[in-house]
């Protein structure tokens, strides 16, 4: 699969998608569109620039303890591949990039009912098995982007879904490392993935959070890792808002804590401190560690 930097999107005619009506559903309670309640859209950013090019632009390739930018650049888009279940056809769809949150918002008539943090991610920990989510959840790890699943529960990932692992590395394979800090890649369940000699994999989205530029010993610096995290999940969030399908559940594993070596407890801070912006709803996630 290549990842072009012009985008089409499959089953899209004209190259325009109607995202304002993407639905979305986080939380349990939502994972079957029998029982979907419309909540508010997760990334509402206004009229979006639905034109079908994509460009990246690096963050910054040479200085390894430069800052993300703490301003936009408006011009800033990644390239995002996804694979499509339903006609096994591989697309490629552009986003804004993460780094680029304050584009303009579209206020709401009508404000969300107030919940306790409505506009904010909630992460509540658990013991458990990730991946026994049901259909549609979304499992969410952090990865490096050199197109590795080699160790860690990425490597689990591989093994359960060897055709997403594939998608993973050809997205790495089609920008540089700077490039791909602070960004997400969304990858929708696949319709050959399953465990060698196993079933069927239960479809599953997965939501990999480009943390690190690499692993091992030349892994980012922890301050940096958590740098490009809260940019990374906001872009995430805005992939599944254009997914514009069911997305169940969201869990995620304790990113950033095992190889890559931030302590749990700052990466979950970091992301509940993000404010996701009007109307944008709130988004549960359940942050699961194996017993
Ligand atoms: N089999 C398993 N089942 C269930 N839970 C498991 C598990 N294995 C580990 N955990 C837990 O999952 C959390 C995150 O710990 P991890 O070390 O995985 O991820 P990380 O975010 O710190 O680092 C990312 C880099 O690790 C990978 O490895 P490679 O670089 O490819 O070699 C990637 O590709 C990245 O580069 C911790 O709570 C672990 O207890």
């Not at 996701?276 to 709130?282: D, P, R």
Request: hydrophobic share 30%; net charge positive.
């Amino acid at each position: 699969m290549s990842v072009k930097r012009t985008a089409a999107i499959a089953g899209v005619s004209g190259g325009s998608r109607q995202l304002k009506q993407s639905k979305l559903s986080f939380g349990s309670s939502a994972s079957t569109s029998r029982n979907h309640k419309p909540r508010p859209r997760i990334a509402s950013e206004g009229p979006r620039d639905n034109s079908m090019t994509a460009t990246i632009n690096p963050t910054n390739a040479a200085d390894s303890e430069k800052e993300l930018p703490a301003q936009p650049d408006q011009s800033r888009k990644v390239v995002t591949a996804t694979h499509d279940q339903t006609d096994n056809r591989t697309r490629s769809e552009t986003a804004l990039s993460p780094i680029s949150p304050n584009q303009p918002q579209t206020q709401p008539p009508n404000p969300p009912t107030p919940s306790p943090n409505p506009s904010k991610i909630h992460i509540t920990d658990k013991i458990g098995d990730l991946f026994a989510g049901p259909p549609n959840t979304l499992l969410i790890h952090a990865c490096n982007t050199l197109g590795s699943w080699s160790g860690g529960i990425a490597l689990a990932f591989r093994k359960h879904y060897p055709a997403a692992f594939r998608l993973y590395r050809s997205h790495c394979a089609g920008a540089t490392p700077d490039q791909l800090r602070g960004t997400a890649l969304l990858i929708p369940p696949q319709r050959g993935d399953r465990k060698a000699d196993g079933p069927a994999a239960v479809p599953h989205y997965i939501g990999c959070l480009f943390t690190s530029r690499r692993y091992g010993r030349t892994r980012d610096s922890p301050a940096q890792i958590l740098q490009a995290t809260e940019p990374a999940m906001r872009h995430l969030l805005r992939l599944v808002a254009a997914e514009g399908r069911e997305v169940g559940e969201v869990r995620m594993c304790r990113v950033n804590s095992g190889l890559f070596g931030v302590p749990w407890e700052e990466s979950k801070a970091v992301m509940e401190g993000m404010e996701l912006g009007v109307g944008e709803g709130g988004v549960e996630v359940v942050a699961y560690e194996r017993e």
